[in-house]
């Protein structure tokens, strides 16, 4: 079983960056699709951004196209998320979600997801 940790969120103002990171142990990352997710208060948890397993596949959101960047270091064991030009509607907890695949596939559906982190909070004031 892989675990899963986030890292990297905080207090940003609208329009900074900030950078997550997912570190993962039990397990080697290079047989995982990874997928970023985040909820917002009062809101249900959204898709983000997901990669395939080598990296070589990746999808966005619509709302993060063009300003979120994933990316993964398999060496590392880590799954990067890039934020800029963050908005106050990005003001969320960002959840960072595993699932193991045997193909390049990446996954956008939250029941795709088989294991999941705790959670980080991303907060962007305007």
């Known amino acids: 079983q892989v675990q899963l940790v986030e890292s990297g969120g905080g207090l940003v103002q609208a329009g900074g960056s900030l950078r997550l990171t997912c570190a993962a142990t039990?397990?080697?990352?290079?047989?995982?699709?990874m997928g970023w997710f985040r909820q917002a208060p009062g809101k249900e948890r959204e898709f983000v951004s997901a990669i395939s397993r080598s990296g070589g596949t990746t999808r966005y959101a619509d709302s993060v196209k063009g300003r979120f960047s994933i990316s993964r270091d398999n060496d590392k064991n880590t799954v990067t998320l890039q934020m800029n030009s963050l908005k106050p509607e990005d003001t969320a907890v960002y959840y960072c979600a595993a699932r193991q695949r045997y193909d390049e596939l990446v996954v956008t559906t939250q029941a795709g997801y088989r294991n999941w982190g705790q959670g980080t909070q991303v907060t962007v004031s305007s």
């Open positions: 039990g397990r080697t990352l290079s047989t995982y699709a």
